[in-house]
């Protein structure tokens, strides 16, 4: 029996060890090639259109949401995920990382052929990505005990900032050097490789099988019939829902602070490079801090600060009279979006029945991801129609109606039943 416990210990240890790794690294090639820094200016060498520009982080993450519905369903007929989770987010990967390769030697001469393939290519990535979510997260919920999931989030998220920093400095180099075409399509090439080979540490994880149910599984649209009883049954997760949709919208001028930085303060690509290394460095003892918040108070309180970080970045914006006060946008920036991720990824967690995790986590990002993208839409007509000063005031009106509505949340501290090691 001691043996046991003891092999116990040491797997779970092992399982600690490889879910950080992966995470990790997987904020540093992802953070190399930032929505919401790199990609829009990128995307900008190849049209002019602000809606175009505008809406590329807001894509990111419905490429992400919307196959989740699918990934959900195929994942809880699994036993075991992690073999199907390394195939699908393996050639996402490896796609995008081609594409990279493929920009350095013909985007600039086919600009419109080439921004096509981009946002396909980043669908395919990152809807790999959203495909093999529900997954992750049934694997990460029984390898990581309840009692520590914020702040295993935390410190991973905080790792992999400040080594994302770091890349980002020799991104800057890049750059600095060459731009566009060939720098760019050198960090999309490298972060898409990377990810790929990061992705392959999930196979030396040791899996606790998961409970397959019985029964076959209905038709697809069955899954939908779901999403009213959860919604309609779970007061806390419903209001959670609409004030995250709201903070979500409230950052829809997070994709146009570089570009905005280049046409005001005559940035450079190198420039850019900067602004999200800083972004980043903002983010590991934010996170850190971010992480022992939810843990200790639950995770609606994290996204009221996030989304006054998200006011103070737009209105920044709007007075910063340099690029060096305007590079602090960045530091706020990077203090929302890691508190808004770390707050999703433990609001699941404690709002969802243990069975029902999987069809939380699709909810979720089905109600809100969506809506962020039209708002992000929205955002580029703004720019056009009103231009980004007061596109950057509706977006901090925005996130007040957020933070107003996310006060509104029941909390609760008690955790979920989960499977433990």
């Known amino acids: 029996m001691k043996q046991k416990k003891i092999s116990l210990k040491s797997e779970a240890r092992r399982n600690y060890t490889i879910i950080f790794t992966n995470m990790s690294l997987f904020h540093l090639g992802f953070n190399l090639i930032s929505p919401v820094t790199i990609l829009p200016v990128y995307v900008s060498h190849l049209t002019g259109s ?34 199907y989770m390394w ?74 900032g400040a080594l994302g920093a ?26 898409g490789f990377f990810l790929a080979a990061v992705n392959s540490t999930m196979l030396l994880l040791k899996e606790p099988p998961s409970e397959v149910p019985s029964e076959p599984p209905g038709p697809i649209f069955t899954v939908f019939r779901r999403f009213p009883s959860v919604l309609q049954n779970d007061i806390r997760f ?24 280049i046409g005001r303060y005559e940035a450079t690509a190198a420039d850019v490079a900067i602004f999200t290394a800083i972004l980043l460095a903002s983010q590991p003892i934010l996170s850190l801090i971010w992480g022992q918040v939810a843990d200790r108070t639950g995770p609606t309180i994290v996204p009221v600060f996030a989304g006054l970080l998200s006011v103070a970045a737009a209105m920044l914006a709007v007075v910063a009279p340099n690029i060096e006060s305007f590079a602090i946008v960045f530091v706020l920036v990077g203090g929302a ?44 007509w703004l720019v056009d129609t009103v231009g980004f ?19 509104l949340v029941p909390d ?10």
């Open 389 to 407: 000063n007061a596109m950057f005031v509706i977006a901090a009106a925005l996130s007040v109606a957020g933070v107003a509505a996310m006060a």
């Open 238 to 261: 419903r209001r959670y829902i609409i004030a995250r949709t709201l903070l979500g919208w409230g950052t829809l001028s997070f994709g146009f602070f570089a570009v905005f930085g």
């Open 337 to 380: 979006f890691g508190g808004y991720h770390l707050a999703d990824f433990a609001a699941i967690y404690q709002m969802a029945p243990s069975r029902q995790l999987l069809t939380y986590a699709a909810v979720f990002a089905l109600m809100t991801q969506p809506a962020a993208l039209v708002a992000a839409i929205a955002g580029g």
């Open 50 to 83: 602000n809606i175009l520009i505008g809406m590329v982080p807001a894509f990111v993450q419905v490429a992400f949401a919307l196959p989740q519905l699918f990934g959900a369903r195929y994942y809880e007929r699994k036993k075991y995920a992690v073999p």
């Open 412 to 421: 609760a501290t008690e955790q979920k039943d989960s499977a433990r090691i």
């Open 87 to 160: 195939r699908v987010n393996f050639t996402g990967r490896v796609i995008f990382g081609t594409y990279g390769l493929s920009a350095i030697f013909f985007a600039e001469r086919f600009p419109e052929l080439w921004l096509v393939l981009f946002f396909l290519a980043l669908g395919i990535f990152r809807g790999g990505v959203g495909f093999q979510s529900p997954g992750f997260t049934g694997v990460y919920g029984k390898v990581i005990s309840p009692t520590i999931r914020g702040r295993v989030f935390g410190y991973t998220s905080a790792v992999g």
């Open 166 to 191: 770091v890349g980002a400095l020799i991104a800057a180099m890049i750059l600095g050097e060459s731009g566009f075409p060939e720098g760019f399509g050198v960090l999309l090439a490298f972060g």
